[in-house]
């Protein structure tokens, strides 16, 4: 089992863990120690373990906070997954925009009348 040495609030402690669970700890006394060190410049020096007491304290303050976020997002995803799957809709987009099959309504008139002129002045 390894032991590692631990940093919290400018203190050194060594501390067993498993094999592989270093990472682990380390990340935890790093948390630990970010709620010692506001302590500590406020007021001052504190003995080991009031200080321990209460960064601990104010962490847990924080993770009861996101645990009680997390009960909520919980709830709104399970609201959100409950609701019925709204109907597809039907959506026509138009393949030839407006101004095209104006422009070809043109032309078509345009040819009919030139059509019609020519049928006009051919002999009969």
Request: proline fraction near 6%; charged fraction near 25%; glycine fraction near 4%.
């Amino acid at each position: 089992m390894p032991e590692i040495e631990i940093t919290i609030g400018g203190k050194a402690f060594q501390v067993a863990c498993q094999t592989g669970e270093e990472h682990f700890l380390r990340s935890a006394a790093q948390l630990l120690d970010n709620e010692a060190q506001p302590l500590l410049a406020q007021m001052g020096r504190l003995p080991e373990a009031r200080m321990l007491l209460m960064a601990g304290l104010m962490l847990a303050d924080k993770t009861a906070a996101l645990e009680d976020e997390l009960r909520g997002l919980r709830a709104r995803v399970t609201e959100l997954e409950a609701r019925p799957t709204p109907e597809a809709q039907r959506v026509e987009v138009p393949v030839i925009p407006a101004a095209v099959s104006d422009t070809l309504a043109e032309i078509a008139a345009r040819a009919e009348a030139l059509a019609s002129a020519i049928e006009e002045r051919a002999p009969a």
